[in-house]
C-alpha cells in the first residue's frame, strides 16, 4: 500500500533523520577523542624520561607520574588539554638545552629527549583514523 505524504512531512521527516544522525557522530567523535586523550596520556607516562640524580627537592618518576588530561564539552564543542602537573619546563626535556654552572658559564647541553612530539603523532595518527572512520 503506497502512504502519500505531505511535502511538509517529507521535510520534518527527513530533518529528524539528519538530527539523529549527527547526535550519533557527534556522540561518536567525542567518544573518540576521550579515548585518544587517555591512551596519549598513558603513551606520555610510559615514554616520559625519570630522574635520575640525587636531590630532595625532584623525586623519582614524578615528571612520569604527573601526566593529565583535562576534557571540556561546551557547546558542541571538545577540547581536549593534556598537560603535566608537576609543571615545569617541558620544552626543556623535548627539545634539550644549556647547561650552566653556578656562574653563567657554559658547560655543556643536555641532549633533547623527546617523549610529547611522538605521543601527538600517534594521537594524530589515531584521530585521522577516528576521522576516517565516521
Same mark, same amino acid.
Given at each position: 500500500? $503506497?502512504?502519500?505524504?505531505?511535502? +511538509?512531512?517529507? &521535510?520534518?521527516?527527513?530533518?529528524?533523520?539528519?538530527?539523529?544522525?549527527?547526535?550519533?557522530?557527534?556522540?561518536?567523535?567525542?567518544?573518540?577523542?576521550?579515548?585518544?586523550?587517555?591512551?596519549?596520556?598513558?603513551?606520555?607516562?610510559?615514554?616520559?624520561?625519570? =630522574?635520575?640524580?640525587?636531590?630532595? !627537592?625532584?623525586?623519582?618518576?614524578? =615528571?612520569?607520574?604527573?601526566?593529565?588530561?583535562?576534557?571540556?564539552?561546551?557547546?558542541?564543542?571538545?577540547?581536549?588539554?593534556?598537560?603535566n602537573a608537576k609543571?615545569?619546563?617541558?620544552?626543556?626535556?623535548?627539545?634539550g638545552h644549556v647547561?650552566? $654552572?653556578?656562574? !653563567?658559564?657554559? &658547560?655543556?647541553?643536555? +641532549?633533547?629527549?623527546?617523549?610529547?612530539?611522538?605521543v601527538n603523532e600517534?594521537?594524530? !595518527?589515531?584521530? +585521522?583514523?577516528?576521522?576516517?572512520?565516521?
Open positions: 500500500m $503506497n502512504e502519500i505524504i505531505t511535502p +511538509d512531512e517529507f &521535510v520534518e521527516a527527513l530533518a529528524e533523520a539528519t538530527r539523529t544522525m549527527t547526535e550519533e557522530v557527534v556522540e561518536e567523535m567525542e567518544n573518540g577523542l576521550v579515548d585518544i586523550a587517555n591512551n596519549a596520556v598513558e603513551e606520555l607516562k610510559h615514554l616520559s624520561p625519570v =630522574y635520575k640524580g640525587s636531590s630532595k !627537592k625532584l623525586k623519582k618518576g614524578d =615528571y612520569r607520574k604527573k601526566w593529565k588530561c583535562i576534557i571540556e564539552k561546551e557547546r558542541g564543542v571538545t577540547r581536549v588539554t593534556i598537560y609543571g615545569g619546563l617541558t620544552h626543556l626535556l623535548e627539545n647547561v650552566k $654552572n653556578g656562574t !653563567k658559564r657554559v &658547560v655543556g647541553n643536555a +641532549d633533547p629527549i623527546p617523549h610529547i612530539s611522538i600517534h594521537a594524530e !595518527k589515531e584521530l +585521522d583514523k577516528l576521522m576516517e572512520g565516521l
